[in-house]
T-cell receptor, first 112, second 117 residues
């Protein structure tokens, strides 16, 4: 059975800190890994990663995938209170009948 | 451009009833996907549609079904509701013509909160 595990489950930091969120996976026939940010209800797409070692960056957020060790990290530098959210990782796997498996998420709280 | 809209936003039903939820994608988007989110199971993929065809389905019983219309609007239906179907149902749309919603960025709607009593 495909598994996606995120750690930590929750994290509390102060504004200005740098955080690293982890996502490890065990799936059959990996295709891509996706990161989302969920604040109130609707998740917001952040990144899609398909190749190892290539960093994707958007402002203060960046992410990288390691297909050999089967994990990805999401880094947020100079955190702001607006970064407080649940960060979800999902892995797309399989062939033509693919599967999308989500992790449980990491709840990030950024205090002023 | 207007975002993804979902109706209704809140719904209360009783066990055994059926329910239909609606999703209107962003104009020009032809891919629509549906998700169920519960505190226990987290976010789970339900199904995906492109050009009125279901392209993929998650691991849900046959009581969960959906369809997509020629204008890309999509509906999902849950028959014979169970207490465990209480959840936030999210829909997302995606641009692109590959027919695979996850080849492109997905844009989520605000969700429909379904409560089954």
């Amino acid at each position: 059975e495909d598994k996606v595990v995120q750690s930590p489950l929750s994290l509390v930091v102060h504004e200005g800190d740098t955080v690293t969120l982890n996502c490890s996976y065990e799936v059959t026939n990996f295709r891509s890994l996706l990161w989302y940010k969920q604040e109130k209800k609707a998740p917001t797409f952040l990144f899609m990663l398909t190749s190892s070692g290539i960093e994707k960056k958007s402002g203060r957020l960046s992410s990288i995938l390691d297909k050999k060790e089967l994990f990805s990290i999401l880094n947020i530098t100079a955190t702001q209170t607006g970064d407080s959210a649940v960060y979800l990782c999902a892995v797309l796997s399989g062939g033509s009948n693919y599967k999308l498996t989500f992790g449980k998420g990491t709840l990030l709280t950024v205090n002023p | 451009k207007a975002g993804v809209t979902q109706t209704p936003r809140y719904l209360i039903k009783t066990r055994g009833q059926q329910v239909t939820l609606s999703c209107s994608p962003i104009s020009g988007h032809r891919s629509v996907s549906w998700y169920q989110q519960t505190p226990g199971q987290g976010l789970q993929f339900l199904f995906e549609y492109f050009s009125e065809t279901q392209r993929n389905k998650g691991n849900f019983p046959g009581r969960f079904s959906g369809r997509q219309f020629s204008n890309s609007r999509s509906e999902m239906n849950v028959s014979t509701l169970e207490l465990g179907d209480s959840a936030l149902y999210l829909c997302a749309s995606s641009p692109g013509t590959s027919g695979r919603v996850f080849d492109n960025e997905q844009f989520f709607g605000p969700g429909t909160r379904l409560t089954v009593l």
